[in-house]
């Protein structure tokens, strides 16, 4: 059969879910009529459309103002960004082989598109020339954020270096999507399978075999790789050979197939940072966060390496001498939970039951938000997710007035990324009309059919942080798509989410989903007062492979040499970052580190602790107001989550708490002090 005619392709074209807004309620996608071949012909009409939006703009002949160009550049793009929207959380949470094909090929044009519109000059041109009398607030910080954007993007570079730029720019997309469907694969590829189920002692020998089953693996036990180094069952596995081969699979990810990629990337966005007249990427990332200068975050982490070690130092200490031997890197989990177990009585596997998803969810997270902000959740089985796991609920305001979706995908399977995340299908915006639709993505193991999914009180954790996300998202109330949700600074997106973990420990929430998915007995106070007095347990730890982490990721990106090779360069990196613990790998290697080379957080991974400042110092607020109060939720809605970015994020910071924010409550939380 011949290539199609045009004739031929009109009756596909003319049904593509994406040509016209969605009629579902909020406009959720209408994921039961998008097929694989309505992606493409939308993401090329979608470009075509948004370049022939811009054109007219700027070919109007009257002067510019706000209305005819900053207003003409928001309400443009709109059939590019409902495709995007949908496949990017698509081939994140369940990709597949056409899907990654269509990555590759599209990801390089949409570079080139959005540099298309910001070296525009004629575009660039209208927004510095218009009047700013009588903008409103909003307005004048919106013109503003454009020309930072504009100017960012390379706005005023002469025409060779333009060049030079979109070149740069291009092949990072293709850099940045080869590292991700790498990861993907090799993550995949890299699952421990064994066939003696004695290996597996100390965790659930059905979980594995239902991994093994999902891939096909009939017979057989799996244990699927998450995506830090720290893998789940290295804490419980009793068997040190397996532990061995879990943490060798899990370091060993992206090896080979993401080598050459991190260092020719990141000598490719030193080269962009200079053309742009920064000294390094680092520089170029941070002139437009919360933090003042690369100084200032430099000067935080040397403040915290010290004591961090230190306290892990100690901590190997103990853990020898419970296990009476020299340790290994794989033997840390495993001996930390013997020697808190001892310490505080608490043993994982006797917890795991009263964390049950669907009590966590409803009764916990659900029922936090309810109580903080007054909005209620109700499932709506009549409308589809992307994925048959994929749940949707409609949310309600505090006055029963419609707020948005929020959809979530809890279970990890082979098509997925490792993490947890969240996206906006929809983004709230008064000037467009619409209300959000927002996503939440987790990697729980999903249990056999018919079993319960118990929960780690690292998982719920996960599920309330994310779930702070999905408020920043909910609560949104801007006039400009622009400035919805989370488009915020990378170091203070992580902040209102950080907070939103704080209710998973608060007495009246605990209580009310920390119950035995059995009998529904409430997790004994004992066991519940041993289990908040070990939260600073094994702080050392964990702080130090966040801390070698951040600061492997600030030495990719502030680098004098160019690196030959990924693994001698984080050799010395971390030495010379005084984080080189042998016990203590850092939380992401290089080769598998997706929050820096795929996922928008290169230079920006200190931004966590950067925000966990801010979370410390909202959470001691909390505490002096009385905690979960009504007027509380409202005064951090209305001055944080429901601004996005249409204020400068350090004045909303100051509005909510009355001040400049102070280090000591990070230092005393993590046992710093």
């Known amino acids: 059969m011949g290539p199609r005619t045009p004739r031929e392709e009109t009756p596909i074209l003319a049904v593509n879910p994406f040509f016209a807004p969605s009629s579902l309620p909020y406009r959720l996608p209408a994921f039961a009529d998008i097929e694989e071949e309505h992606y493409l012909p939308a993401f090329e009409r979608g470009m075509r459309d948004h370049l022939a939006e811009v054109e007219s703009i700027t070919a109007d002949p009257e002067p510019p103002t706000f209305e005819n160009t900053v207003a003409a550049l928001e309400r443009s793009g709109r059939l590019l960004d409902r495709v995007s929207a949908v496949f990017f959380n698509k081939s994140s949470a369940d990709s597949t082989p056409r899907l990654r094909e269509i990555q590759q090929e599209v990801t390089p044009k949409l570079t080139k598109h959005s540099d298309a519109i910001r070296l525009n000059a004629e575009l660039f041109a209208r927004l510095r020339t218009l009047p700013r009398e009588g903008l409103a607030d909003d307005e004048a910080w919106l013109l503003d954020r454009y020309l930072i954007d504009f100017v960012r993007a390379g706005a005023e570079l002469g025409p060779a270096d333009k060049e030079r730029l979109v070149e740069l720019n291009e092949e990072l997309s293709r850099l940045a999507t ?62 040190r050979g397996m532990r061995e081969r879990l943490h060798k699979a899990s370091v060993g990810r992206g090896a080979t197939v993401n080598a050459e990629i991190v260092v020719r990337a990141a000598r490719l966005r030193a080269e962009r940072a200079k053309l742009l007249g920064y000294a390094n990427h680092a520089e170029y990332v941070v002139a437009d966060q919360t933090a003042p200068s690369t100084e200032a975050v430099t000067e935080m982490l040397a403040k915290l390496v010290p004591p961090a070690v230190a306290n892990a130092r100690a901590e190997a200490d103990d853990l020898r001498a419970e296990a009476g031997f020299d340790l290994q890197p794989w033997d840390w989990a495993y001996y930390a939970a013997k020697v808190r177990a001892a310490r505080y009585d608490l043993d994982s596997t006797r917890m795991k039951p009263y964390f049950e998803l669907e009590r966590v969810l409803r009764d916990g997270v659900f029922h936090a938000a309810g109580e903080l902000y007054g909005v209620t959740f109700t499932e709506r089985p009549d409308l589809r997710g992307y994925h048959p796991d994929t749940r949707v609920f409609e949310v309600a305001d505090h006055d029963g007035s419609p707020l948005g979706l929020f959809l979530g995908d809890y279970y990890a399977r082979e098509s997925k990324r490792g993490g947890a995340w969240m996206n906006s299908l929809v983004r709230q915006s008064e000037l467009l009309g619409e209300k959000p639709v927002v996503v939440n993505n987790l990697n729980i193991v999903k249990p056999p059919a018919g079993e319960p999914t118990l929960m780690t009180f690292d998982e719920v954790t996960t599920m309330f942080h994310e779930f702070g996300h999905a408020l920043h998202g909910l609560f949104s109330d801007v006039r400009f798509p622009r400035f919805s949700g989370t488009a915020v600074p990378r170091d203070f997106v992580e902040y209102p989410s950080q907070v939103n973990e704080m209710w998973a420990v608060w007495p009246e929430i605990l ?21 908040l007095e070990a939260e600073k347990f ?30 001698s360069f984080e050799r010395t990196a971390l030495a010379d970052a005084g984080v080189d613990l042998p016990l203590v790998p850092p939380r992401y290697r290089s080769t598998y580190f997706a929050h820096i080379w795929s996922g928008g957080y290169s230079a920006g991974y200190y931004s966590y602790i950067w925000s966990e400042v801010l979370d410390a110092e909202s959470v001691e607020w909390f505490k002096e107001n009385g905690g979960l109060r009504r007027e509380n939720g409202d005064r951090f809605r209305r001055e944080l989550l429901a601004r996005g970015g249409s204020i400068d994020p350090m004045t909303a910071f100051r509005n909510f708490r009355g001040r400049d924010p102070h280090i000591e409550p990070l230092l005393e939380r993590r046992g710093l002090g």
């Open 178 to 239: 080869a590292f991700e469907q790498n990861l993907l694969a090799d993550t995949n590829a890299a699952a421990v399978v064994v066939e003696d189920p004695a290996l597996l002692d100390g965790i659930s020998v059905e979980a594995a075999a239902a991994t093994a089953g999902s891939r096909g693996l009939e017979g057989g036990y799996a244990l699927a790789l998450s995506l830090p180094t720290g893998q789940p069952a290295l804490a419980d596995l009793t068997d």
């Open 538 to 567: 094994n702080q050392g730890y964990t702080t130090v492979e966040y801390l070698a982490a951040t600061l492997l990721d600030w030495a990719w990106h502030t680098f004098e040499e160019p690196p030959a090779d990924w693994e």
């Open 511 to 531: 209580a009310n989903y920390a119950k035995h998915h059995e009998t529904g007995e409430p997790m004994p106070q004992a066991m519940v007062d041993r289990m």
